[in-house]
């Protein structure tokens, strides 16, 4: 996660918010936007404890980069396949490594504005070749106030305005107990917005469906499977250098 106030409670408390199935889902789409992952540097950023690249089996190595040090020893005590260096430090304004893929769960929404999004992404594109692919999972709720609690998801953009970027707060909590896991200051930004910035620093964009119509979610949260397409709160991006 990648918001210095992340660290330490929230950062103990947040990996529980991994079990959730639509973070399942999420993570499965992502690593399906990267195919194909073998033999390459993949990079991801806000890792935590690189929770995401944990299933990725056949890459040459992987960097995580995130701000908070308890989940990065966390990560650091995991068995992985893939060789995996885990680096903390803010990813806007870390040295990067040399990336064929990366992984960027809610990187765009760590963004605050338009401006700060485009530079980001510009430097990310600079340690990327052509055909380099960026897989991003972006929140994106329908309306200024939405909450699902299949999966333990409430978001509130703060401005009430959909059409322009502004602040969001993301509440994730278990849908049993409903006992709030964590609570992220965040940004909300149309997928117009993204998009255009992608494009504009070199990135061909195109939108993911997300991966929920599997045998896992059919046997294990049949209600996710069948009501997350039309009510899910988060967008796949798939960004392609050119």
Not at 97 to 120: C, K, Q, T
Not at 129 to 148: E, F
Request: charged share 25%.
């Amino acid at each position: 996660m990648e918001k210095s106030n992340y660290a330490g409670q929230i950062g103990r408390t947040y990996a529980r918010v991994n079990a959730l199935p639509d973070k399942i889902c999420a993570r499965a789409t992502m690593v399906k936007m990267l195919d194909p992952l073998r033999g390459t540097q993949v990079l991801e950023l806000a890792s935590g404890d690189g929770w995401f690249s944990d299933v990725i089996l056949d890459a040459q190595h992987i960097t995580c980069i995130d701000v908070d040090e308890y989940q990065l020893a966390q990560g650091r005590k995991k068995r992985s396949l893939v060789p995996r260096t885990f680096v903390q430090a803010n990813m806007f304004d870390a040295s990067l490594p040399h990336a064929d893929r990366v992984l960027g769960p809610w990187i765009a929404n760590y963004a605050p504005n338009e401006e700060e999004m485009s530079h980001f992404f510009a430097r990310v594109g600079a340690v990327m070749p052509s055909g380099g692919i960026i897989g991003l999972v972006i929140d994106m709720p329908t309306s200024a106030t939405i909450d699902r609690p299949l999966w333990g998801s409430r978001k509130t953009v703060q401005t009430g305005d959909m059409t322009t970027s502004g602040p969001m707060i993301v509440e994730r909590y278990d849908p049993k107990t409903k006992e709030v896991l964590a609570t992220i200051p965040t940004n909300y930004h149309p997928m117009g917005t993204i998009e255009r910035v992608l494009e504009q620093v070199g990135f061909a964009t195109s939108q993911v469906a997300p991966l929920v119509h599997t045998q896992y979610f059919r046997e294990n949260h049949p209600k996710f499977a069948y009501s997350y397409e039309k009510e899910r709160d988060l967008q796949f991006l798939r960004a392609v250098k050119r």
